[in-house]
């Protein structure tokens, strides 16, 4: 699990990490981690692994793109449980408490390959789940203190989770996200290329109805149930998502950055950049770079 890794794959989770225990064995390696954060918190997360997340108390809520679909998921201690198939790609935001713990599993993909006849291939998020939940607690307790029996007790933990996890995803729907129905994959995935090619001009709502082809009314009512959000809310995420790949990734100045992505002047950019984020584009940019 510790070989090299295709360029694509991502794990860049925002916050301070304040405290960590990582254990590993052959089938799996288990991550318990406590951080800080603003009430928002970044998150973008592609691994090649098959991965398990327990979400303690402080992750409220996720907004994120999961393989390009802009979906929003409500955690709770009843459903605080998360699965990702191997190449699942999150980009999003965290609703976060000051300070959260939460435990990840990778399983090792030839561990999974032996066990498992088929692949897990559908997420499922925000779900409830007690045998995994009080094995998780249970494995969290071995991996504080490993000794010399771990590795058995990991492998007989990565056996019971996974057949587990493999009738979650084959049998049980997942935990809908809040935002579902309306518009068809097609229709959004248009609407974005619309809006991402469009981000320094004024778009109207005028314009998106058009390019999904309906009524202003219809649009507004698929949109909301497809996105969670609103048409004005969506465009400004987008702005957001685009400033922080220029801020990250280019030299330009923060008034430059602010008119490409569609913002009237510096000052309205950075007040929205700072309640998007919680910081300012300069501090952004500078944690990016640290």
Not at 2 to 9: K, L, V
Not at 12 to 19: D, I, K, P, R, Y
Not at 216 to 221: G, M, V, Y
Not at 234 to 256: C, F, H, M, P, W
Request: aromatic share 8%; hydrophobic share 40%.
């Amino acid at each position: 699990m510790e070989e090299a890794r295709p360029e694509r794959f991502v794990r860049q989770v925002g916050g301070e990490l304040v405290s960590s225990v990582i254990a590993r064995s052959r089938p799996i390696r288990v991550e318990l981690l406590s951080r800080t954060s603003r009430p928002r918190m970044n998150w973008h997360f592609c691994q090649p692994e098959l991965t398990l997340f327990w979400f303690g108390k402080g992750c409220p809520r996720l907004r994120a793109r999961i393989d390009g679909r802009p979906v929003e998921y409500q955690f709770s201690d009843a459903a605080s449980l998360a699965l990702f198939p191997a190449g699942t790609e999150i980009e999003g935001e965290w609703s976060v408490e000051p300070a959260f713990d939460y435990t990840v599993v990778f399983l090792d993909p030839k561990f999974v390959a032996r066990r498992l006849h088929g692949l897990i291939e559908r997420p499922a998020i925000a779900f409830r789940h007690d045998q995994l939940a009080r094995g998780l607690v249970e494995l969290g307790q071995e991996a504080t203190t490993p000794d010399n029996l771990f590795d058995l007790f990991a492998e007989g933990w990565a056996s019971q989770a996974l057949a587990h996890m493999a009738r979650l995803s084959r049998g049980a729907e997942p935990a809908k996200p809040v935002s579902r129905g309306g518009l068809p994959a097609q229709k959004l995935r248009r609407i974005e290329e619309f809006v991402r090619a469009n981000l320094d001009e004024t778009i109207s709502l005028s314009a998106l109805s058009d390019v999904a082809g309906l009524s202003q009314r219809h649009f507004l009512r698929a949109f909301q149930e497809s996105t969670g959000t609103s048409p004005h809310r969506y465009v400004l995420g987008l702005r957001i998502e685009a400033a922080k790949r220029s801020l990250s990734e280019t030299d330009e100045s923060v008034t430059s950055i602010a008119l490409a992505s569609g913002f009237s002047h510096a000052q309205h950019f950075s007040s929205t950049f700072r309640q998007a984020t919680g910081i300012s584009p300069s501090l952004f940019r500078q944690q990016r770079r640290a």
